[in-house]
């Protein structure tokens, strides 16, 4: 499943670890977007958590372990 741009950006933020609010802030979004797109990618990479999120990218060089 591809992801698009905005997906990939909150991807690599969840998986730093930043809050839905760390990420609002950042990328000038409400929390009920960040909220909504990473429940949307989530779906689309087969899980409902965010340490998977973190898993995913570093198996894939995207972030250091």
């Known amino acids: 499943a591809l992801l698009d741009t905005r997906e990939f950006e909150i991807f690599l933020l969840t ?3 930043r ?3 760390e990420m609002a802030d950042q990328l000038g979004l ?3 977007t960040i ?3 990473t429940h949307s ?3 689309k990479l087969g899980t409902n ?3 998977d ?3 995913l990218a570093v ?3 995207y972030i250091e372990p």
Do not use: D, H, I, W
Request: hydrophobic share 25%; proline share 0%.
């Open 15 to 17: 998986a730093k670890g």
């Open 19 to 21: 809050t839905n609010q």
């Open 30 to 32: 409400s929390q009920k």
């Open 35 to 37: 909220s909504n797109v």
């Open 41 to 43: 990618l989530k779906e």
């Open 49 to 51: 958590r965010g340490a």
């Open 53 to 55: 999120l973190t898993l």
């Open 59 to 61: 198996k894939y060089g």
